[in-house]
């Protein structure tokens, strides 16, 4: 984008909209940038976004609560991983393509190597009994974790009686889960129809 | 030679469309995914899948690089890194360019609609995962009791979820499952 006018003021980039009203928010460096992603990245396990909000709003004070807040929301907004979202949009206000780029490698670069290492492991070794005993038990408890993060979004829906909306994602769970059914078909009949049950409810 | 270039391929425009499709972060998709390796492909046993979902649970970094391993499994590095740049690249790109734009339709009304619409949409792909994930990984009454266990520290106590998963981990080392 305007990554040459961002250049001429490195030392000063454009401060994100609600910095000039709170002149105790930190702007990070390109450095600061990296580092910051890739020590929530680090120490993300089972997702990313929880240890995001604590490093970035408290310890860093990169941005205020409301500020991530209207971030989250358009990261939820756009397709994809929320928090790959996140390190591109932060990293392009502050620096343009350059802030993008040192936010996504610190998030990324670091725990994709892992995962090449644990799959190199797991391809060459996972047959082996000790590791095929231990993945049983890994994976039974990943399982127990997934359903409890299923359940914690379910239930806003079930408690506040949304019941158009637990519809919709009671079909959806049958079609994608049950029925496996491909989730472009899927996804292409229920997002429509589940956007203009928000659009009629809105008032 | 051919089959793999072929593979890679087929990697590459699988995540590009799961790069769009994953409303509600990366793990909406993996029923899609589990459709595609297993079903589909045949490039891993159901098992294998889980194991390699199960892994990535327990490491580091965000959600969506379960499917960097996926791609390992299924064509070494250059798989991995396949996977990895056709899922995030294309929503990146989206991301780039509307990053300055949000601002203009923020406070829309359709704006709202759409992003409402979404969330009881990935609820119910989260219930499909959790589905999937849950009938591959528990053939017997002592899984399900490490599924059950698992499922009531994470939900019920504020204990991180690395003690449960290490501790199912240490209770399959010990051949008791």
């Known amino acids: 984008m305007s990554d040459g006018a961002d250049s001429s003021s490195l030392a000063r980039p454009r401060p994100p909209s609600a910095a000039a009203a709170h002149p105790d928010l930190v702007i990070p460096t390109l450095g600061e940038l990296f580092l910051g992603f890739f020590k929530i990245t680090m120490s993300g396990f089972g997702g990313v976004l929880a240890f995001a909000r604590r490093e970035f709003v408290i310890t860093r004070r990169w941005m205020t609560p409301d500020e991530f807040n209207d971030l989250f929301a358009l990261c939820q907004f756009l397709p994809g991983p929320n928090i790959v979202n996140l390190s591109i949009i932060y990293g392009v206000r502050l620096y343009g393509v350059r802030g993008a780029a040192a936010a996504l490698v610190g998030l990324l670069g670091p725990p994709v190597l892992l995962m090449i290492g644990a799959g190199m492991a797991y391809t060459r070794y996972g047959e082996l009994p000790l590791f095929r005993n231990g993945l049983t038990g890994l994976a039974a408890a990943a399982a127990g974790l997934l359903i409890a993060t299923a359940v914690q979004m379910a239930e806003p829906l079930v408690r506040k009686e949304r019941s158009l909306q637990l519809a919709v994602a009671i079909v959806t769970f049958a079609a994608i889960g049950v029925l496996e059914w491909p989730m472009l078909t899927v996804l292409l009949v229920m997002v429509p129809i589940s956007v203009a049950l928000a659009w009629w409810r809105r008032a | ?177």
Request: with cysteine; proline share 5%.
């Open chain 2, 1 to 177: 030679m051919k089959g793999e270039i072929e593979t890679l391929v087929a990697l590459a425009l699988l995540f590009t469309l799961l790069s769009f499709l994953s409303v509600g972060g990366a793990i909406s998709a993996m029923p899609e995914i589990h459709r595609q390796a297993v079903d589909l492909h045949h490039w891993m046993s159901d098992r294998e899948f889980v194991d390699l979902v199960a892994i990535a649970q327990a490491a580091p970094g965000p959600n969506v690089l379960f499917v960097t391993l996926i791609g390992q499994h299924v064509a070494g590095v250059p798989g991995a890194l396949v996977a990895t740049v056709f899922m995030c690249g294309p929503a990146c790109v989206v991301a780039f360019f509307i990053a300055r734009a949000f601002d203009r339709f923020r406070d829309r009304p359709w704006r709202a609609a759409i992003q409402a619409g979404l969330v009881p949409v990935s609820i119910g792909l989260i219930c499909a995962t959790a589905l999937i994930i849950a009938r591959s990984a528990n053939h017997d009454w002592k899984t399900f009791a490490v599924t059950a266990a698992t499922f009531a520290v994470t939900y019920w106590t504020r204990i991180s979820p690395l003690y449960a998963l290490g501790a199912a981990t240490a209770v399959g080392l010990a051949g008791l499952l």
